[in-house]
């Protein structure tokens, strides 16, 4: 159901101000409500409405009424379809809608509205999600619950001490009526369910706000009278529900009265019986235990037996309490009300007296002797039983059951509250699972009318009465239009009929008046008041013509009707014989009618609340007159006061059933204006309301609150009246008030109709329309009691209370539930939903109820845990292979919101259990139990639901069909089963249960609880293993995967559980790392077979297109296979996914390395094949690719940093290797290129010519080049040609480079740079021959020839890479090296070769140098002066003559005229000598003194032969440009240090042998220190 929230703001309307006074009435479904009416164009009403919707195809209709002095008009009206309101919990600004003056209908239903008006209404509509209780009210809540789980009993009472009591009071039979013929007008009613303008139903409610019936404690007349009412025994006293504030009261100080005020008087559990010395989890057991079992304890025998049970059952009752207390608490909110035996199947087991614990398919849920105790107690219970009944089943002739006819006639509300000194929870277990089998405890489905025979007879008698002669439509008045010709008042409202001619309605049989809208409300009997009347007047004729009239409708009647009165006979149980003459004494007694009937009716005003105030001080001066029949009391005034309390007592006789009580509430006015008030009416007063009560509804004794009605519709009254009405009539002195005996006829019919004739199965009537509700049995049984509470003056609220009671018995029966949702929900409607004509609040008029605050309050609360108790198994009530068992599951939750509902609306709880949140508590606790169920039954469910072939089931002893740590079977069952629970749950029971769709999803909780569970069973079960590991790696992986499926199908996107990363995969990580050390050494294992099965095929290539052999294919594929396992298992823990790529990637690593490893070692014996050197670097380059591929799919850059690393690491290392695999493949081609550019060489030095080569002889040079080239082109063509088809194109390149490189060395270094050799201490060419300028040009052209074989076309290597080639730099600079002249090439050498002295990191000595450089401003030259001053610490070992000097040479372009060089004088024997010699050198203005260098050489001076070199310095004259002059110590090293250009400079040089300063620099930077002697 859904929660509708009306807000009525305001209304703009077109017109005078002052002839609008408007009020709205709002009718939806069932129900209408209405605001004050308020004055103006523009009024504001601001009033809030609250309405359950169970049909959202319907529609809401608003109307606008302007009130008149006689008839309301209607302004106008908008229907809003309720599809079309907004959900909310806040309030909105509203909404304008344009009121419309007609109302469109099809089908006899509103559709829609036409005609719009000037006017229009501001209304705010929407649907709220109701019952939302605050996380700290949900909190304290909790631990008053936690404190009350900690309760045990304390205070003990003993039978006797219960007898002794005084009976306490209780909430009185509040039986007054009032008038159901009122004359207010409809439009203008109290709240009433009935939007039709039927009879509003009557009701009686408190008037004040704040006050409730047990402010006011009334003693009943029944104690006085000395019968005991069964209810009043031992009960405890009314509370008010707000605990927490009246503490004290409770007369045994126990916490439980202090609870909650949310717990229902007394206790929301199902104990309502030993409240103060029962614990927690016993007043969970059945209240309702059997009536007659408190019956005994007034007599000692039956005592001395429950004595005797105490003594043997004492410490079994404490060891099943013990045994199952852990469990009982276990489902939150649920265990506190649940009976043990609703929780423990086996107590429902051992109650059904058919069971064998010896059958073949039950295993013993007790040990034998745990049984026979309890087969001892059932037996003791039996005999308490029949000690009880006394052998003839009758429960009013125990001892406590008191004669009267008052005794026992509360049904359902009739078990006493006595506390034993010690219960017996097994046995109240027992009682509770054999009574709960179709309602909701014995307590409430006994029904104890049932067996009040006295009762029974006269409400028989009364029903006949009713029937025979019904006061409904069988007597009618024949109303006329009258005139009036003296002042004459109605009979219904008793406003005066006004007007000159034809006033009101005048019956030409009886002579009643009224007006003309009152006639409809008038339902007395016509011929009897006129028969009444006649006999009264004496006239004699015409009354026995009407006797004779009622005597034909009477025969008429029983003629027409047979079956209502065959019925009623059957319903009490009477026999033909009887029956026959109690059908004549009843007629007889209906035409006597009133003349014989006399009655004494004694008349309390107690007191009234809530007065209109009529004076100018703001206040009333408030008196009472009671009126019946002509006599008329009055009761003195109370000045001042608008809660008066006057407690005056008045006698009335009374002669005639037909007449009322008329009380009327005046304010007395003692001033000139109410004096002439007084001279033009009958009355000078102020009315504050009046209520009429019919004396034939009066029975017995009442103390009840009556609302204050309006006599006419200018009537301004609020407020409520109590009066204690005692009614003695003639013959029936002591019976029943009506509303008991409405109960026994109500709860009679039922029990025939249900349990007699239908065998237990509750027969739904088949009604339409707003008053479906109103209608409880088939057409026969429905007149039956409609007749009955019309004649007697029972509410419709009172019957359908009635009804709701008896159906509670029945709640689970087929199609009950719907019903009793319906009829709460309209019960709700009637006292929730207060109107402005009232200031009562909906817990005050539900106080003032007939039926019983506390009695009704009792009822839901037993019936909402018994829901509970059902929801929490809705697996077994409700199977989902049931759709009618579906809908009254629906229907069980609707009426679980409807109790929610009455608790908040009607008893104003303040945060009473939301509905959504009690139903999710149940289906957790129903989920909890069906997962142990499944656990503790798996291999069993399993087999009988999955294994189709018998043959294939397997036995398994009872020990091994649980877990086990020796295999993992037992978990994919398990999985299996609760797979098709959640599918059951998700697609049968979340359809079902949609009542709560933002707190509610069956299958989302159902997959919620079931995980939660599961997990921790299987982390446990997984702890356990990993200690053992009794099971292959793979089980565990298969078992993995099929818990990531379960997650990922129900579980991941779940609300509580989506975005959180669940702990599954750490309960496999240990078995998944194990896993993948395994698959290590079999992947390490299936490399070697690969590559070994690849070898002895030759490493064939797999296929045309693929250039790499089937070992690589066959180890990735084993890598891939292993890999997609991994990712298979779609881990969700990124911290566990980081471990296992981690370890995956040391495998790869490991594997591939080895491979690359086995290559390289066996490659150099491949070289020497054609193709096989190709496929083998192919395959390790398709690694790479393979490597890059796994890279990306295990992550890419998302890949953990450690695993990226690894598998970087191993693509260098790959690539390396591959590197390493060209070099090696390159060099083995050498020796053929050596030979080949020798060939080249040959061919070059037989080119002649020399000088610039013109520009005819072009063609020839060319010629020359091809020719040249020959020899490397033949080789090339062979190879390459193959290379470009064997070699993916990688390898091609990483070859062709390796080929180019050797080429352009090997001719650099046989053609143009060959080496240089050492010979007699100075170097010359191996072969005494230099390039001519023809010569290097042929050697370029051959160049850009090898350059574009190379790159052949696009195919080979780009030109970027030929031409930034170092080698081919080199090989070309060497070229242009020998185009320059000889100052050039000693130019470039000195301005390249900056290190030459450097690295001197083993001194043979120092030599001490002074430099200046002066340069002349005119012509530009430049003279140095060198001064050697001294050498020191000359490293030198001779056995001769030892005489040193210095050798100073400059070094330079454009010194080929110039003194170049320099020699100190030697010193003999001195490792230091002195010199101070200066030297000047000249130099020319074509360089800079940068491109110049000293070169300072000490030397040992030999006669007649060659000098030995000792040390050799260098010094750059750039170093001391910017000084102008510099002296330092230069290290001596042993040789000058050069770099390849320095080398190639040298070489060129060295070929002109012509030149003498070529020669002589060659020399000078090819010397080296000579060896000494002796070394």
Avoid at 259 to 275: C, I, K, T, V, Y
Wanted: charged share 25%; net charge negative; with cysteine.
């Amino acid at each position: 159901m859904s929660l509708l929230c009306v807000r009525v703001k305001k209304a703009s309307l077109r017109g005078s101000p002052d002839k609008f006074n408007t009020y709205v009435t709002l009718k939806v479904q069932n129900v209408k409500s209405t605001t004050i009416a308020v004055r103006g164009d523009q009024p504001c009403w601001e009033q809030d409405f609250m309405f359950e919707i169970s049909r959202l195809e319907l529609g809401l209709i608003v109307e606008v009424w302007n009130k008149g002095l006689i008839w309301d008009t209607m302004v106008g009206n908008v229907w809003i379809p309720l599809k079309s309101i907004r959900q909310s919990d806040e309030e909105g600004p509203g909404d304008w809608s344009t009121l419309d003056a007609e109302v469109l209908m099809n089908e006899d239903e509103i559709c829609g509205t036409g005609s719009p008006t000037p006017h229009k209404i501001l209304l705010d509509t929407r649907f709220e999600m109701p019952f939302d209780i605050p996380e700290e009210e949900a909190i304290y809540w909790t631990q008053k619950l936690e404190q009350l789980n900690a309760i045990r009993n304390h205070d003990e009472y003993t039978i006797q001490e219960e007898v002794q009591k005084k009976p306490l009071p209780t909430a009185p039979s509040q039986c007054s009526l009032e008038d159901p013929d009122s004359a207010v007008d409809d439009r203008d009613s109290d709240y009433r369910s009935e939007t039709s303008n039927s009879i509003p139903p009557p009701f009686h409610t408190t008037s004040q706000p704040n006050a409730s019936v047990h402010q006011f404690p009334v003693q009943s007349r029944f104690q006085l009278q000395g019968i005991a009412r069964d209810h009043c025994v031992g009960t405890i006293p009314n509370y008010d529900l707000d605990y927490r504030e009246k503490k004290g009261i409770s007369p045994t100080g126990s916490s439980r009265y202090g609870s909650s005020g949310n717990l229902s008087q007394g206790s929301s559990q199902l104990s309502e019986l030993d409240h103060d010395n029962e614990n927690i989890h016993e007043s969970g057991v059945d209240d309702g235990r059997d009536q007659e079992s408190y019956h005994s304890h007034h007599s000692s025998g039956t005592q001395e037996l429950y004595n005797e049970a105490d003594r043997q059952l004492g410490h079994l009752n404490e060891n099943v309490i013990d045994e199952h207390d852990e469990n009982s608490r276990k489902v939150n909110g649920i265990a506190l009300d649940t009976p043990l035996a609703s929780i423990y199947p086996e107590l429902e087991l051992i109650a059904k007296p058919h069971d064998s614990y010896n059958d073949e398919d039950s295993i013993p849920l007790f040990p034998p002797a745990r049984a026979r105790w309890i087969r001892a107690i059932n037996k003791v219970r039996l005999q308490i039983q029949e000690a009880q009944l006394g052998g003839d089943g009758d429960p009013s002739k125990i001892s406590w059951f008191k004669g009267g006819t008052g005794g026992g006639l509360y049904g359902i509300d009739s078990m006493p509250d006595l506390r034993k000194k010690k219960p017996i929870p097994l046995v109240s277990d027992l009682s509770l699972v054999q009574s709960r089998k179709a309602g909701i405890t014995s307590a409430m489905a006994t029904r104890t009318s049932l067996k009040d025979e006295e009762l029974k007879n006269h409400v028989y008698k009364k029903t006949l009465q009713a029937l025979i002669y019904p006061i409904s439509c069988t007597t009618p008045h024949n109303f006329e239009v009258w005139t009036a010709t003296t002042p004459t008042y109605c009979y219904e409202c008793e406003g005066l009929l006004w007007g000159i001619a034809r006033q009101g309605m005048r019956c030409t049989e009886c002579g009643v008046k009224c007006h003309e809208k009152c006639q409809d409300l008038l339902n007395a009997d016509c011929l009897q008041r006129a028969a009444e009347k006649s006999s009264k007047h004496g006239a004699e004729d015409r009354t026995q013509n009407i006797i004779m009239a009622m005597k034909d409708r009477m025969k008429i009647r029983e003629r027409n009707k047979p079956e209502i009165f065959e019925l009623i006979r059957d319903v009490f149980g009477v026999t033909k014989v009887t029956h026959v003459q109690q059908m004549k004494t009843i007629k007889q007694s209906v035409l006597d009618g009133t003349s014989k009937w006399s009655a004494k009716i004694t008349i309390t005003v107690v007191c009234a609340q809530g007065l209109q105030a009529k004076d100018k001080t703001g206040s009333s001066d408030p008196y009472v007159t009671v009126q019946v029949g002509k006599t008329k009391k009055r009761t003195k005034t109370i000045y001042g006061n608008l809660n008066p309390v006057w407690e005056e007592k008045f006698y009335f006789e009374c002669h005639n059933s037909s007449d009322r009580i008329k009380v009327r509430v005046w304010d007395e006015d003692d001033d000139i204006k109410s004096r002439v008030k007084q001279r033009l009416k009958r009355e000078s007063d102020d009315f504050l309301g009046q209520t009429i009560i019919e004396v034939r509804t009066l029975s017995g004794e009442m103390d009840v609150w009556y609302n204050l009605e309006k006599r006419t519709d200018k009537s301004a009254v609020s407020g409520a009246i109590r009066l204690q009405i005692s009614v003695e009539i003639k013959g029936e002195e002591k019976v029943a008030p009506y509303h008991i005996q409405y109960t026994c006829l109500h709860e009679n019919l039922f029990h025939c109709l249900t349990d007699l004739q239908s065998s237990g199965v509750v027969k739904i009537p088949d009604a339409k329309g707003d008053e479906a509700w109103k209608v409880y049995f088939d057409e026969t049984a429905q007149e039956i009691v409609d007749e009955f509470a019309m004649r007697y003056g029972i509410e419709s609220i009172y019957q359908a209370m009635t009804h709701f009671a008896c159906l509670s018995s029945k709640y689970m029966c087929p199609g009950v539930p719907a019903v009793m949702s319906t009829l709460l929900a309209n019960i709700n409607a009637y006292y929730a939903h207060t109107t402005a004509s009232t200031n009562v609040s909906a817990s005050d008029r539900f106080a003032a109820s007939n039926f019983g605050k506390e009695r009704f309050v009792k009822l839901l609360d037993q019936l909402h845990n018994s829901l509970r108790i059902d929801l929490s198994m809705y697996r077994n009530n409700f199977p989902a292979s049931s759709p009618e068992r579906l809908q009254d599951l629906k229907s069980t939750v609707d009426l679980l919101t409807s109790i929610t509902f009455f608790r908040m609306k009607v008893q104003e709880l303040q945060s009473p259990p939301r509905a959504g949140q009690v139903v999710k508590d149940c289906v957790k606790a129903c989920l909890n139990s069906t997962y142990e169920y499944i656990f503790n039954n798996c291999h069993e469910l399993y087999s009988r639901e999955y294994q189709t072939d018998p043959n294939k089931k397997q036995e398994l002893p009872p020990e091994e069909q649980g877990p086990s740590i020796k295999n993992l079977d037992f978990w994919p069952k398990l999985i299996t089963l609760i797979v098709s629970i959640i599918e059951e749950d998700k697609n049968s029971y979340t359809p079902v249960l949609n009542q709560f769709p933002q707190e509610l999803n069956v299958g989302k909780i159902s997959a919620e609880v079931m995980w939660n569970l599961f997990a921790q069973d299987m982390k446990y079960a997984m702890e356990e293993h990993e200690k053992h590991r009794l099971c292959k790696s793979a089980d565990y992986m298969n078992l993995h995967f099929k818990v990531k499926w379960l997650y990922n199908e129900y579980v991941r996107d779940l609300p509580a559980i989506k975005g959180t990363i669940p702990e599954y995969p750490a309960w496999f990580e240990q078995f998944a790392m194990q896993w993948l050390d395994e698959n290590e050494e079999v992947s390490l294992e299936f490399l070697h077979g690969a590559l070994e099965r690849d070898k002895k095929d030759g490493f064939q290539q797999t296929s045309e297109h693929a250039l790499f052999s089937c070992s690589v294919v066959d180890v990735f594929t084993q890598l891939n296979q292993s890999f997609e396992i991994i990712k298979k298992l779609e881990c969700p823990d990124p911290v566990i996914v980081a471990h296992y790529m981690r370890r995956f990637a040391k495998t790869i690593s490991k594997v591939l390395q080895q491979y690359a490893d086995i290559l390289l070692k066996n490659f150099k014996s491949y070289c020497s094949k054609e193709m096989l050197p190709c496929i083998l670097m192919n395959n390790v380059q398709q690694l790479r690719v393979q490597l890059e591929k796994m890279f990306e799919a295990m992550g890419g850059k998302e890949l953990d940093s450690e695993a990226a690393e690894t598998l970087k690491d191993l693509q260098v290392k790959l690539n390396n290797v591959l590197d390493d695999l060209s070099d090696v493949f390159g060099v083995s081609f050498q020796p053929r290129l050596d030979e080949c550019v020798k060939q080249m060489g040959d061919i070059l030095s037989q080119v002649k010519g020399t000088g610039n080569v013109p520009a005819t002889a072009r063609n020839s040079v060319a010629q020359d080049a091809d020719n040249v080239l020959g020899p490397l082109m033949d080789f090339l063509d062979g190879n390459l040609t193959l290379f470009a088809k064997v070699c993916e194109k990688t390898v091609l390149k990483r070859v062709l480079k390796e080929l180019w490189k050797i080429v352009v060395n090997t001719v650099e270094r046989t053609i143009v740079l060959p080496p240089l050799t050492d010979q007699s201490d100075h170097m010359v060419r191996e072969e005494a021959r230099s390039l001519t300028p023809k010569q290097c040009a042929i050697m370029d052209l051959a160049l850009d020839t090898i350059k574009q074989y190379f790159h052949a076309g696009g195919n080979g290597l780009k030109k970027t890479f030929l031409e930034k080639s170092p080698d081919l730099q080199s090989l070309r600079y060497a070229l242009s090296l020998y185009t320059q002249t000889t100052d050039t090439l000693i130019k470039t050498f000195v301005q390249s070769q900056t290190a030459q002295g450097s690295g001197v990191g083993d001194p043979v000595g120092e030599v001490s140098i002074q430099i200046d450089l002066f340069t002349h401003p005119g012509t530009g030259e430049h003279k140095i002066t060198v001064k050697v001053v001294a050498a020191n610490d000359l490293k030198w070992q001779t056995t001769g003559m030892f005489r040193p000097f210095v050798e100073v040479t400059m070094i330079g372009p454009h010194l080929s005229d110039k003194k170049r060089k320099f020699t100190t004088k030697s010193k003999s024997n001195n490792w230091a000598p002195k010199y101070n010699e200066t030297f000047h050198f000249i130099l020319g203005n074509e360089n800079g003194p940068d491109s110049y260098e000293l070169q300072v050489c000490v030397k040992d001076y030999c006669f007649a032969r060659e000098d030995r070199i000792i040390g050799i310095a260098l010094m750059q004259l750039r170093d001391i440009i910017d000084k102008g002059s510099c002296a330092c110590w230069c290290p001596l090293g042993r040789r000058i240090h050069m770099d390849e250009t320095g080398l190639t400079v040298l070489r060129i040089l060295s070929q002109r042998t012509n030149d003498e300063v070529a020669k002589e620099f060659v020399k000078l930077k090819s010397e080296s220190r000579c060896a000494e002697e002796g070394s």
